[in-house]
């Protein structure tokens, strides 16, 4: 299981993935280097992982924080699953979501137990300060979307 | 026509004259201005000196070489471009609904969208499948699908496109069996499939097997469609995504031109001469937000592809010269933001592709970046194109903007940067090569981080979302957006059920023969195409032939692009 924050002097590690069948990659590869450029270690799965995939690459490569990539309106299914293959590895990893999200669905990711969500129109800038923060913050002691996902 | 001029009076006095009006100008300090894909725009444009041969060389007549001023001779007063808005979802149902919704309001040709499963060649009921039947698109598991969507609308009577690619063999089969289960020849079948595999590894990233087999099978369809099903367009080389992906004008050309390069040199290579196939070929380019070069751009192509054709290969057809084109008006150049604003911006897309001289256009809807489009968006966009053809005049003269001394200059500009970039990636091996190393990818990478900045930085300013936002901008009213959630799972459970239905009551020796005749025609290195048409009429499904094809050819998984 992932420890609380300051647990690393190195760089924040970030998992960066396309789930589902989707290949609108323009965005994820926008923020992968947003990322790297503010001291991030980016992971890219490439296109077309499963869920069981993700969390696999998560926990062999030690991430801080999982990212969805998801343009083709997938996200509230897919976000499940791989919430749902966390708590079957009894990590705690938080997961954000990006794409196009509406605020309905927003608050729908949230309120299952995703960590964030970055829909169409996000700036870099505030991407990489709410990810640090929340890889510095997490477990987030009471997170504002119901389940306590981030503790097996 | 000539003018009378005087030669020794008239060229220094424009000069002169040209001298104190920049002058003036200076004396202002105003900033400069560029297109929106780099090039540095002069104030104003004069005219270059008119030169009869210059203007039979290099500008024409529509209709002939070099094709600059259109692809027909008597453009849209001989007939106006097709109406084809891109549709469909959930099932065949639903589809077939909202193209009888559109056609019955003037839509002219159909363009149909396929779920990601479809194009990604799964069964509705595979795992991969699951969460994504009829999100984005139709689904379309056996020919009882594709015969479904088209219920009432006689394929004799109407050209269908489909976006397709990867799995285009197997939906261009499912179509053919179709049209012929209606009674309809496929001599009189129209239409075109996208079949354009090479940009899907540059940016579109819907492949399934590797590039050399991919291209194949494009060839494949090609080969079988200019004898066999001769009023259809077999691919439609597109800059479309390439361009959505990021890229800029020139390159979405310059990577066109280039994919077409490498699908004629194919077919040259398996014996057939250009003529007989060349003329079949369409195209399919993205109209942004700069008009002048959206329409120049265009002119530029058309000039280029037919030099290419004529020089290169040898074409003496000037139908193997002609580039028609179907213009996507571009969703990624809409806002989330004020989303009815993208009304405006559609328009002005459509403006640009009609005063290009497009064969086909298709508007965006205004609630793309929430939604598939609503019904009521999907009828703004066909009122948009109705408005322009109608109402606005511009489509009863050819090639209106010919003669601007800014759109000539411009387009000779983007000729030349575009000729540039296509020397120089034919001079390193083409683009398939390229391709193969990354270098377009890079590109249209980069060149999209520079636009993300200059958004975020306001370089590039979008009215209402990073320029001159009021309180409440970014937050539109959904619930009037219509269905924003995507299919509901009722409709996925009842494409599951009729797939049921079809494996239950098609006949299992067929099949199995099909399949098999499937693989050998796919191992031979002969044309997949009669095969795969008598496997969609045996009821294979599309996840059964993409196994076979992958058995042979293998799967692609990108290298790490990052």
Redesign the interface.
């Known amino acids: 299981m992932t420890a609380g924050p300051g647990h690393r002097a190195s760089r924040a590690r970030i998992l ?1 993935a396309k789930p ?7 965005g994820v ?2 923020v ?2 947003a990322l790297r450029d503010a001291g991030f270690e ?1 992971i ?1 799965t ?3 992982s ?1 869920p069981e995939q993700i969390v696999r690459s998560a926990i062999d490569e030690d991430v801080d924080v999982i990212g969805l990539s998801i343009l ?3 996200h509230l ?2 976000a499940a ?1 791989v919430l749902e293959a966390l708590g079957r590895e009894e990590v705690s990893i938080p997961v954000v979501v990006g794409g ?1 999200i ?4 927003a608050l729908g990711l949230r309120e299952m137990g995703v960590a964030d969500v970055f ?3 996000s ?3 505030e991407l990489v300060d709410r990810l640090r923060r929340l890889v510095d913050e997490w477990p987030a002691p009471s997170a504002a979307g119901g389940t306590d996902a981030g503790t097996a | 026509m000539s003018v009378e001029r005087d030669p020794l009076h008239d060229e220094p006095r424009l000069e002169a004259r040209a001298a104190q009006w920049r002058d003036r100008y200076e004396r202002d300090e105003l900033p400069e201005a560029t297109t929106d894909s780099g090039i540095e725009l002069e104030p104003l444009y004069l005219p270059q000196e008119l030169d009869e041969g210059r203007y039979l060389d290099r500008l024409g007549f529509p209709g002939e070489w070099p094709f600059v001023r259109g692809a027909y001779t008597s453009m849209y007063r001989g007939r106006l471009w097709t109406i084809r808005q891109y549709a469909g979802a959930g099932t065949a149902e639903e589809t077939n609904a909202r193209f009888r919704y559109l056609l019955e309001r003037g839509q002219t040709g159909l363009s149909v969208a396929l779920d990601l499963p479809t194009q990604m060649g799964f069964d509705s009921h595979d795992a991969s499948a699951r969460t994504e039947v009829g999100r984005v698109g139709v689904a379309i598991d056996t020919v009882e699908d594709m015969a479904e969507v088209f219920r009432g609308i006689p394929l004799g009577d109407i050209s269908v496109h489909f976006t397709v690619n990867a799995t285009a063999p197997m939906i261009l089969a499912m179509f053919l069996v179709a049209a012929e289960e209606q009674g309809v020849e496929w001599s009189q079948v129209r239409g075109t499939v996208q079949n354009d595999i090479i940009k899907e590894f540059i940016a579109r990233k819907a492949y399934i097997f590797p590039p050399q087999g991919s291209v194949r099978l494009t060839g494949d369809i090609i080969a079988f469609c200019y004898r066999q099903v001769p009023k259809f367009n077999p691919v439609s080389v597109t800059g479309y995504h390439s361009r959505e992906a990021g890229c800029n004008a020139i390159q979405e050309i310059a990577f066109t031109l280039l994919a077409g390069i490498e699908y004629v040199q194919h077919m040259l290579g398996r014996g057939i001469m250009v003529d007989d196939f060349a003329p079949q070929l369409s195209f399919h380019f993205s109209s942004q937000r700069d008009l002048f070069e959206e329409v120049c751009k265009i002119r530029a192509a058309r000039r280029l592809w037919a030099t290419i054709m004529r020089d290169d290969f040898g074409a003496k057809d000037p139908a193997s010269m002609r580039m028609r084109f179907f213009c996507g008006g571009s969703g990624a150049s809409l806002s989330h933001a004020e989303p009815i604003n993208n009304v405006i911006r559609g328009t002005l897309q459509c403006l640009a592709g009609v005063l290009a001289g497009a064969q086909a256009c298709h508007v965006p809807s205004y609630d793309e970046a929430y939604a598939i489009p609503s019904e009521e968006a999907a009828l703004l966009s066909v009122r948009t194109q109705q408005i322009i053809a109608h109402e606005s005049g511009v489509a009863k003269v050819a090639d209106p903007l010919g003669g601007s001394y800014y759109v000539e200059w411009l387009t000779d500009q983007i000729e030349t940067e575009v000729s540039a970039l296509v020397e120089s990636i034919r001079a390193s091996g083409g683009l398939l090569a390229a391709l193969e190393r990354g270098e377009p990818q890079r590109m249209i990478r980069q060149a999209a981080y520079e636009l993300q900045a200059a958004e975020e930085d306001g370089t590039r300013l979008v009215v209402g979302q990073n320029h001159l936002v009021g309180p409440g901008s970014s937050a539109p009213d959904l619930e009037g957006l219509g269905k924003v959630e995507g299919v509901s799972r009722d409709e996925a459970d009842r494409q599951t059920d009729r797939l049921r239905a079809v494996l239950a009551t098609r006949e299992a020796a067929r099949v199995e023969q099909a399949l098999a005749q499937l693989r050998t025609a796919a191992g031979a290195g002969g044309n997949v195409m009669p095969a795969m048409i008598e496997a969609a009429r045996a009821r294979v499904t599309i996840g059964e032939m993409t196994e076979v094809l992958a058995g042979v050819l293998g799967r692609h998984r990108e290298a790490d692009a990052s």
Do not use: F, I, K, N
């Open positions: 960066l589902g069948l989707d290949g609108h990659d323009r590869h926008v992968a280097r980016v890219y490439g296109l077309r499963t083709s309106g997938v299914p897919v699953e196009a509406g605020p309905r669905d829909p169409t129109g700036h870099r800038r």
